[in-house]
């Protein structure tokens, strides 16, 4: 069966590489993003499979009218990925309110706001599979992306919520954490701090640290979530990269270890 997808972020980075990896399969795709035009080529040689529209999704009102667009062009959707974001980088105290507010209005709402719409139309349909783009980062905060791994780990802990909320409807929800990919999410779609002196060193080391990372095709990742998209039962979450996966189980892990330490402590406050 031919499936729609709907993905949002279409145009560029992992995004862009979803809706390849679709139409290459034989899918249909509504894809939107702010800036539809990169994806103008892969319309025109789609044979009408590929229809994209503009969307801002921190516009609460415009995501409910395009989702009804994007309902009315196929008259379903199967797969719906809640991809478009942004990254920021920062220290929490030189965050302003501005920023905070807006990133989170992308990243977090924008995602909430999409999630809201459709569900409606899955639970009519009494199917369909929500996949959240997360983020490695999702599983710890770490020093100048606290609002980035904020916003995903909010995403994260809602989306477990849907899972459990609709599971009932037929409806499956994927989080799905993806490490470093080769996209514009840290040019294109940065967003950065004014740097304070007081953070100088540690700036420092964050850059040697992160000129180590390697960013790997976007296409590896989007043959994975084919994959995912094609599985009964799906995974509930599922960590996109080899080096993404062993950083978050040493989170993990490091994160155990320090609940064991203090378990007796935390016992004598019940």
């Known amino acids: 069966m031919t499936r729609t997808w709907f993905i949002t972020g279409a145009s560029r980075g992992l995004g862009r590489a979803f809706t390849e990896a679709a139409l290459a399969a034989g899918d249909q795709v509504v894809g939107v993003a702010r800036d539809i035009v990169p994806l103008d080529e892969l319309v025109a040689a789609s044979g009408g499979r590929l229809v994209t529209f503009p969307l801002d999704v921190s516009d609460r009102a415009a995501v409910f009218a395009g989702v009804e667009r994007a309902f009315a062009a196929f008259g379903r959707l199967d797969v719906v990925v809640n991809n478009a974001g942004g990254a920021m980088l920062g220290m929490v105290e030189e965050v302003t309110e501005q920023q905070a507010r807006k990133h989170l209005d992308t990243n977090f709402f924008g995602a909430l706001w999409v999630n809201q719409a459709v569900v409606p139309h899955l ?17 710890g905060g770490f020093a100048a992306t606290g609002m980035y791994s904020a916003g995903k780990a909010a995403l994260d802990a809602m989306s477990e919520a849907l899972a459990m909320e609709v599971e009932r409807f037929g409806i499956k929800v994927t989080i799905l954490q993806p490490g470093g990919y080769q996209t514009e999410l840290f040019t294109r779609g940065l967003t950065t701090t004014a740097e304070y002196e007081a953070y100088g060193q540690l700036r420092e080391w964050l850059a040697g640290l992160w000129s180590e990372s390697e960013d790997f095709d976007p296409a590896l990742a989007a043959e994975v979530v084919l994959r995912v998209a094609n599985m009964a039962e799906p995974p509930k979450r599922l960590i996109l990269g080899g080096a993404a996966y062993d950083m978050v189980d040493q989170m993990t892990r490091t994160r155990t270890a320090e609940l064991a330490k203090w378990e007796s402590l935390s016992r004598q406050a019940d």
């Open 123 to 139: 639970r009519e349909q009494a199917s369909g599979h929500i996949m959240q783009v997360s983020s490695m980062g999702s599983a």
